[in-house]
């Protein structure tokens, strides 16, 4: 009887296994070749996609960092107009949903508040940005001050500086809130936002405002005692 190695048994299950193959593929060529065009097709699909969002990318970020210039140089009708084509032609980038944020700015800066409070209500209710999201709720809140809400001015203030991470903008944001919480006599809550600022700022401007403000309303709650 016929001895084989393990290396004989192994070739064997090889050659066995390359046979199955070619057998299965002669009696499934059609659909094997439906498969491998469906997977290739996938493929470039995927591969334009994934090109086409990098471009998208790319080019958005041109045309919001030109936008921007023109919104610092003061030119708003044009910044809006670049904006307003970043968020047409380039939707689903960061760059468009900023610029939607950058067109409430300027509605604000214009004295369309309706407008801008729309707006930056549109974008809060889009997806979560950490940079822009908390500047957008202290706009509504600028926004309800103008129009003298001071209470929906004061919800919204107090979510921006809850979700402000930089100490700067935080610290600023308290400030505008201490200023209103004193505007309707909530001397306690404006006496607690101005410690903490004094805790988290290192601005000298603003730390000399938090200490003049505490100053105020310290002299006023002894008067008031």
């Not at 939607?100 to 407008?115: R, V």
């Not at 100490?167 to 505007?183: D, G, N, P, Q, V």
């Amino acid at each position: 009887m016929a001895k084989y190695s393990r290396r004989d048994l192994k070739h064997d299950e090889f050659k066995e296994t390359i046979e199955n193959i070619i057998i299965f593929y002669e009696h499934h060529k059609k659909r094997v070749l439906w498969i491998v065009s469906g997977l290739i097709i996938l493929l470039v699909i995927f591969f334009t996609y994934r090109n086409n969002q990098q471009t998208k990318m790319v080019n958005s970020k041109k045309m919001y960092n030109l936008a921007v210039i023109l919104y610092g140089n003061g030119d708003l009708n044009q910044a809006r107009v670049r904006f307003q084509e970043i968020v047409d032609k380039y939707w689903g980038t960061i760059f468009a949903n900023r610029s939607k944020f950058m067109l409430a700015n300027i509605s604000y800066k214009e004295g369309n508040l309706d407008d801008a409070l729309n707006k930056f209500e549109s974008f809060i209710s889009g997806k979560y940005d950490e940079l822009f999201t908390p500047s957008a709720y202290e706009g509504i809140g600028q926004c309800y001050e103008q129009r003298g809400d001071l209470l929906r001015a004061t919800e919204n203030y107090e979510i921006a500086a809850d979700k402000f991470k930089d100490t700067f903008s935080k610290a600023e944001c308290l400030l505008a809130l201490a200023r209103l919480y004193l505007s309707q006599q909530r001397t306690v809550e404006a006496e607690a936002v101005l410690e903490k600022i004094l805790d988290i700022s290192e601005d000298p401007e603003i730390i000399e405002k938090a200490k003049e403000k505490l100053r105020l309303v310290r002299v006023q709650r002894e008067l008031n005692e």
